[in-house]
């Protein structure tokens, strides 16, 4: 049985079926890629999965929980935890409380009203820190940091709350060639040594052949495809969404 | 640093009564606003609410203990205690209506709302808050009397506006004062940290609320009469402009705010009765030229000197 099962997942904004009856298995320990045009319900998937949206018909079944209709805290307090395609940190904080935020209230401390803040649980966040290469920069403004450091950062975040499965909206979006790949690396050795299980969308192809162990293939807000990367790659309907013809992903 | 300002805080009373008790007198009254502008902060400044109501707790906390004084035999001890708890129990009950709302203008709206509202209750309940003669001639026993000299008020103000401006302090810095200052920055990604957005809130602004009202009994006792117009809107304009001035990103920032204002307040109207003109054209060159206040200012520059000697 995966870490995560969706079933007959639905969800309409007016007369659009964003989300027509998706079922998806992510099995424990994998690095699962969604991806599928623009369009395709892979956000709203993601909002409905991680309870910011609530969905109109079918079921999410987390760590064998049903997690339908939970809030997005309950349901993060369990493990699942989720980036966003606009990267979203406390830009008016410094690097180091952008994490000590999620770490202070993960361990049950924020409603501590007399320690200082200052020293606690200092060594979990500085090797969170350093794991998404951002210790050097700890006391800059995180509304001053690139693009690309946004991104560590809100993993850094996300890690901060001790997930069991990682929701990635486009963890690469407007990156670099040079800053996708060290991000694509990142993701790959903190799944490594945190033992997590990766569920992400993404739009570049050399990015999801390179990492994904799994591939979801989403269009129109249904489920088109899934199978393993070479499956995938070589699938007609696949090629015909993306490319209209019978070619392959050339890699 | 902070021996100075205690050692400055207790030899100043001293130096002010030689030249007259009305300076005293200020002092005092500025030891009860900078006190209420650093609670209000709290809710502005590091939860990011934009309240415009903040004049109920401080209202509140004055009335209630007032109240108390002159129609029962409560001793001052409780009067004073129950002046804050009142507030305290107004803020749940307007911060349970509120916290939810989101957006900054519609927050500070009902937090105006039910302030105004309160405001009116006072105004009209004649027959339990005396209405717009307000209340004269509050008891304050001997050791604390201000008829002959404002000096043991002074200190008994000063100790107690210190306790509670620590108290605020430590709670500034600890996770909790982190965890506020998150839900200012990003209310979204602090609820996917997992974070209850709401309980947050509320919790910050029934402890602002609390001092506020501690700010207000001080202001009670020290005036011995208070009118309705404490909580009327202004005194929640007072406020936020106090913030302001000093600087809301300073934890004392709103206390030197409080202090320029009650200043302005009473030597601009020495010579002019367009004080709110002076203050207002002061107001706006603040915003326009230094955003993070005087407060802002000063511990900029102190920083920039600091980088030239080390350089």
Redesign the interface.
Known sequence: MGILEVKGLTKSFGGVMAVAGVDLNVKEGTIHCIIGPNGAGKTTLFNLI?GYYKCDGGEVIFRGKNITGWN??KI??LGL??S?QVT??????TVY?NV???V???RG??????????G?FKDIIDEILSMVGLGHKAHEPAGLLAAGDRKRLEMG?VL??DPKLLLLDEPTCGMSPHETSSTIDLIKRIADQKNLTVLFTEHKMDVIFSIASRITVMNFGSVIAEGQPEEIRCNEDVQRIYFGDDRCFSL | MAAVIGACLIILPFVLQRVSEYYLFLATDILAWALFAISFNLVLGYGGMMSFGHAAFFGVGAYTCALLLVKTSCPLFLAFLAGPVGAALVGLGIGYLSVRIKGVFYFALITLSFAQLIYILVYKWRSFTFGDDGIQGIPVPTWLSTDVSYLNYYFFALLIVLVCTYILWRISRAPFGVMLKSLRENPDRATFVGIKVENYRLIAFVISAFFSGVAGVLFALLQTSISPDILFWGTSGDVILMGLLGGMTLFLGPALGAAIMVLLNSFVTSYTEYWALCLGVILILIVLFFPKGVGGLIVERYQERKKRKNS
Do not use: H, W, Y
């Not at chain 1, 979203?88 to 904080?93: A, V």
């Open positions: 991680s997005p805290e993060l307090k935890a989720r966003f979203k940190i406390f830009p008016g904080l409380e000590q935020v999620p202070l209230f993960n401390a924020g409603l501590n009203f007399f320690s200082d803040a200052g606690m975040i901060a709350t």
